[in-house]
């Protein structure tokens, strides 16, 4: 057994590939030591180098880092007193440059620059705020005597070469078993990838992903940094004196790199070595196994390692064993390590936290300037502002919102009229979630005052931000879509980005997405995917995910027909009037109580109270609307104002929004067109300024827009054009001003059809009749559901669909959606419609008979059975009967 008061070189490794490497150096191994310290977890290998006695040890299996390395040599010094200097040896990751061509498999030594030590420990430092994070961990350098043997190694290195690798080549060839991890790979497979080029699956190798069409060509490899070969005076491998860079943290980021080897000139990147510097002054020699970037991996670390520990074996060679002797025992400043360990500890964690949430912020900074995603902060943070403590309660606390929150692929749709607080209970529910769902909630507003936020692809955009920066182990799809996108310069197809999106969703495991205003995204029709109700539809319907989804809009027939195909019938709530009535009273009284525009009523509660009142009766469920009016009762300066303006309440809110045009003194519309703005501006929601005023009902507004030249016929927007906005709202005046001015009574639009199919589809007779007078055509085919009778009978208007009928409406007519108006009819349970259709199916039928070879007597025509009329036989209740159809009627 071994005397460990006799040895004088501690050697520390990091790994076992480490220390196998550096037993093969050794001139002669010796036996185990005859005892150790009792709380020594190390295991040693002893033996001699030169005339030096050297003990060998590694960090646990598994572990890495500072304070492992710095546990072991404290243990190495409790039991072996008399060690005097110390070695760090192993591998590491290169950093190359335009002045230092590094390259796998060559090793580098620490050595002091510029004063400074020749260890840089750079999770460590401090944030001053406009000057990033500054380094301070330059760690103490090692003695004189292994600087000076590094100095004189050098110099002969210059003038007769190293024999680095014919040293490891000698021990291969006795150590045959050893070369197949050992030996010196191909070295076709060194390749620097250029710094933006990130390997984004760990899962595979770079041969699998990184080397392009080319696969070994890498020559022709566009990713790579172009290097010469080294010629044959040059050494291989090369051996390099500067700069280590150590922290607890593997560098796996080329552009960090990159950044400190610049900055600092960073040679290498390691784990270890700023645990030992300061408390065991050490040599670090490091063998290059990779370029510390994404591409790493582990075929050069074997042949990093063996080189390593030659290089550390040629410079104990230069050292005088006396002089070793006169060197102070390392043990004799344990006591200071052993006070700073735990600070070492604490200090790199804390710092460790800011360089990581830096290197983080960094990484999200640069996706976000790529993306550029629309900021849904700001909606929500107006909406909280506007509400009133506890609205939208009524809605927290319904069994179907807890369901919602909990069961698979869950989803709800809120659907209500304008101004009733879907926005401002979005908001609740999004706060909602945020203190009580395991993970922080996604959402975005439409919002057709802002353009950035009225389609999918935007949405999806920012949807994809908000989770980049809530989990860290999705990134990775992130980084796969910047990759494709050659690195940022070009933009992700809306295709791209649903897909990684599905792929962060389907990681992420479950997460919560809040949508509102879905009636305010102009892209939320069709079936691809650029169709926001077929993307909804797509996130929920695969089980390999667990997404919660809650939307809210207006009760749009587009909306409510898309979403009835596939959501459940729980899964669908209207927000009532009764339902928001105790909000928006609260909302009231509070408005009333403590708002210093109705301040003056304080004194008078009993006018107070003839406010709240009169509000609350009318309100219906309308929070804008009793906004509205709170604004409008705080310019009453009197009483008698007041009482005249509670009187005269608005019914609806097109009727509130157009007093309010009709009082605004010169306005700011006809100031504009009087300065010469364009009437036919296109842009916004609704394309140009004649469709947003048509589709509101501004009888003022449209002839003003009209006197000033307004194309009646400009296609866009929302609706397709004014025509078809006023007719889809049923506003008749606004409808006849447009005929009057000439308006294409058949313009085409995909979502509406036409102004025909519009009016038909929401039942609104009178207009309905004013277009057939004006020819609109009955059976022009277009929009959801195909054509205007079709558009009818699915919602069931009766009479609609008797005046499009005796208009000459084809009652067999086929479109994609329903087949037929009967099949629309039937699905939808519509009885009376369904009767109808049939009627006149056959009369037309039995017509058509009669034409051909009736006799005087008439005909006796069967009604079809549901099958003729090409439906399911339970769509249709109705049993076969005779239908007596005489010519001379």
């Not at 560098?251 to 960073?266: F, P, T």
């Not at 029709?525 to 089980?543: D, P, T």
């Not at 009437?679 to 004649?690: I, P, R, T």
Request: charged share 25%; with cysteine; glycine share 8%.
């Amino acid at each position: 057994m071994s005397d460990p008061a006799t040895y004088t070189v501690g050697w520390i490794c990091a790994i076992p590939t480490e220390s196998v490497a550096a037993r093969q150096f050794l001139d002669e191994e010796h036996d185990p030591p005859i005892h150790v310290s009792p709380n020594d977890n190390n295991v040693y290998t002893l033996g001699r180098i030169s005339q030096h006695r050297v003990v060998i040890a590694v960090l646990p299996k598994g572990e890495y880092g500072i304070t492992s390395a710095a546990s072991v040599a404290r243990d190495m010094l409790h039991s072996f007193p008399n060690v005097r200097i110390g070695l760090m040896v192993g591998i590491g990751g290169g950093a190359p440059s335009k002045k230092h061509d590094i390259r796998l498999g060559d090793v580098v030594v620490s050595s002091p620059q510029d004063g400074r030590g020749g260890v840089l420990q750079y999770d460590y430092g401090k944030a001053i705020q406009g000057h990033g994070f500054q380094h301070s961990g330059f760690l103490n350098q090692p003695q004189p005597l292994l600087r000076a043997a590094v100095g004189d190694l050098e110099g002969r290195y210059l003038t007769d070469g190293n024999q680095i690798h014919e040293n490891i080549q000698s021990i291969l060839a006795k150590k045959k078993k050893m070369k197949r991890l050992f030996q010196r790979p191909e070295l076709s497979t060194d390749r620097l990838y250029l710094s933006t080029f990130v390997h984004t699956d760990s899962d595979k190798s770079c041969e699998e992903i990184c080397n392009g069409d080319e696969g070994f060509e890498v020559d022709h490899c566009e990713r790579l940094v172009k290097r010469n070969e080294r010629s044959d005076d040059e050494d291989s491998p090369a051996v390099h004196y500067g700069l280590i860079a150590s922290a607890n943290t593997l560098m796996k980021n080329a552009e960090i790199r990159d950044s400190l080897a610049e900055a600092h000139g960073v040679l290498c990147f390691e784990m270890e070595a700023a645990g030992l510097m300061n408390h065991f002054p050490c040599l670090v020699i490091r063998g290059i196994c990779d370029y510390s970037d994404s591409h790493k991996n582990k075929d050069w670390q074997g042949y990093a390692a063996m080189a390593a520990a030659a290089y550390a074996r040629d410079l104990l060679g230069r050292i005088p064993p006396t002089r070793i002797e006169a060197e102070k025992r390392l043990s004799e400043i344990l006591s200071t390590f052993e006070e700073k360990l735990n600070g070492i500890s604490v200090a790199t964690q804390e710092t460790n936290h800011v360089v990581k949430n830096s290197h983080v912020e960094h990484r999200r900074d640069k996706i976000n300037a790529w993306l550029s995603p629309p900021d849904p902060s700001t909606n929500y943070n107006k909406a909280l502002k506007q509400r009133h403590e506890g609205s939208g309660q009524w809605f927290l606390q319904k069994q179907e919102y807890s369901d919602w929150k909990t069961e698979r692929n869950s989803f709800l749709w809120l659907h209500g009229i304008p101004g009733c607080g879907k926005t401002v209970l979005s908001s609740t529910i999004v706060e909602d979630l945020q203190k009580t769902a395991a993970c922080s909630p996604l959402y975005f507003y439409f919002d057709f005052n802002d353009t950035s936020k009225q389609s999918l692809e935007n949405a999806v955009r920012s949807l994809i931000v908000q989770l980049y920066g809530k989990r860290s182990d999705i990134q990775r799809h992130i980084d796969s879509l910047y990759s494709s996108c050659e690195n940022g310069a070009r933009q992700p197809s809306i295709d791209l980005l649903c897909k990684t999106f599905q792929d962060m969703v389907q990681q992420a495991g479950e997460v919560w997405i809040i949508i509102d205003a879905l009636d305010e995204c102009q892209t939320r029709k069709g079936h691809s995917a650029e169709g926001l109700l077929s993307w909804i539809e797509s996130i929920r319907s695969s089980q390999e995910r667990n997404v919660h989804i809650l939307a809210t809009s207006r009760p749009e027939q587009d909306i409510k027909s898309a979403t009835e195909r596939w959501a459940r019938k729980k899964d669908i709530i209207p927000i009532q009037s009764d339902l928001v009535a105790e909000d928006i009273r609260a909302y009231i009284h509070t408005r009333v109580k403590e708002h210093d525009g109705l301040s003056r009523w304080k004194t008078r509660p009993d006018v107070q109270g003839e406010i709240e009142s009169a509000l609350t009766q009318k309100a219906h469920g309308m929070f804008r609307w009793v906004s509205c009016q709170l604004d409008v009762l705080e310019n009453c300066l009197d009483y008698s104002g007041l009482s005249e303006a509670l009187s005269s309440l608005p019914e609806t809110l097109d009727e509130t929004y157009a007093r309010i045009l009709e009082n605004i003194p010169a306005s700011p519309v006809k100031a504009l067109l009087d300065k010469d703005a364009d009437v036919n501006a296109q842009g916004g929601l609704y394309g140009n300024a004649l469709q947003a005023a048509s589709s509101r009902g501004h009888e003022k507004m449209v002839q003003m827009l009209l006197d000033k030249g307004a194309d009646v016929n400009a296609q866009g927007g929302r609706y397709g054009n004014a025509l078809q906005a006023a007719s889809s709202e049923g506003h008749e005046r606004v409808v006849q001003m447009l005929l009057d001015k000439n308006a294409d009574v058949n313009a085409q639009d995909e979502e509406y059809g036409n102004a025909l199919y519009a009016a038909s589809s929401e039942g609104y007779e009178k207009v309905v009749q004013m277009l057939l007078d004006k020819g609109a055509d009955v059976n022009a085919q277009g929009g959801e559901y195909g054509n205007a009778l079709q558009a009818t009978s699915s919602r069931g208007y009766e009479k609609v669909v008797q005046m499009l009928l005796d208009k000459g409406a084809d009652v067999n007519a086929q479109s994609r959606y329903y087949g037929n108006a009967l099949y629309a009819a039937s699905s939808r349970g519509h009885e009376k419609v369904v009767q109808i259709l049939l009627r006149d199916k056959a009369a037309k039928r039995s017509a058509s008979q009669a034409r051909i070879g009736g006799t005087k007597e008439g005909v006796v025509a069967k009604k079809p059975k549901a099958a003729d009329a090409g439906l399911p036989s339970t769509h249709v209740g109705a049993e076969e009967e005779s239908v007596n159809v005489n010519k001379d009627d």
